[in-house]
């Protein structure tokens, strides 16, 4: 590992991890345009739009102006997901869209294509910041397709880009796949 390198654990926070979460919140909970939640709701779970889903995976409920929360320990990870997606929507969109606001609330827009969108972007932050702390090579943030291990062994949570496992690395437990490490900090 090198030095600037921060290995990834279950409880490391990114902004790929925050927008598929958004993403899995979504399909599970319901989208909505032109509000940040769903204001008839009377549930914790309200439905939500694309930047109220981050909110929520974020703060860990539905707050108003998710965005004006600068003393709230979770508002670096939300404003890093919302900015990598800004940015993400701007380069794809052929900057017919300046951000998850407009993405979200443009007409003929679905709940498929918000998740996908988000998905997508988890990918490309992933592409650019994560890697294999073995060969250097980007990973995904997805089981191994390949995995030949006893049902006893845990899936690992990342694989290589083609579905393999990550480079194998000795510790404790014997040989295991490595944990992936966030280039530079992953900024």
């Known amino acids: 590992m090198q030095p600037t390198h921060v290995q990834v654990t279950d409880t490391t926070v990114t902004p790929a991890r925050t927008l598929r979460a958004a993403g899995l919140y979504l399909s599970r909970y319901g989208w909505v345009q032109g509000s940040y939640f769903d204001q008839a709701a009377t549930v914790?779970?309200?439905?939500?739009?694309?930047?109220?889903?981050?909110?929520?995976?974020?703060?860990?409920?539905?707050?108003e102006a998710p965005a004006q929360h600068f003393d709230a320990p979770e508002f670096g990870d939300f404003e890093a997901a919302l900015n990598?997606?800004?940015?993400?929507?701007v380069?794809?969109?052929?900057?017919?869209?300046?951000?998850a606001y407009e993405f979200?609330?443009?007409?003929?827009?679905?709940?498929?294509?918000?998740?996908n969108v988000l998905e997508a972007a988890a990918d490309v932050w992933e592409l650019l910041h994560v890697r294999c702390p073995g060969?250097?090579?980007p990973v995904y943030s997805r089981p191994p397709t390949d995995w030949h291990l006893p049902p006893c062994w845990p899936i690992p949570a990342y694989s290589h880009r083609d579905g393999?496992?990550?480079?194998?690395?000795?510790?404790?437990?014997?040989?295991?796949?490595?944990?992936?490490?966030?280039?530079?900090?992953g900024a």
């Open 91 to 99: 380069g794809t969109t052929a900057r017919t869209v300046g951000c």
């Open 164 to 185: 393999a496992p990550l480079c194998p690395e000795v510790g404790l437990d014997g040989v295991t796949p490595a944990l992936p490490v966030l280039r530079d900090g």
């Open 44 to 63: 914790f779970t309200p439905a939500a739009c694309i930047v109220g889903a981050i909110a929520i995976v974020c703060y860990g409920g539905s707050v």
């Open 135 to 137: 060969c250097g090579e």
């Open 104 to 115: 979200n609330d443009a007409p003929g827009r679905t709940r498929e294509g918000v998740v």
């Open 84 to 89: 990598f997606l800004d940015r993400y929507l």
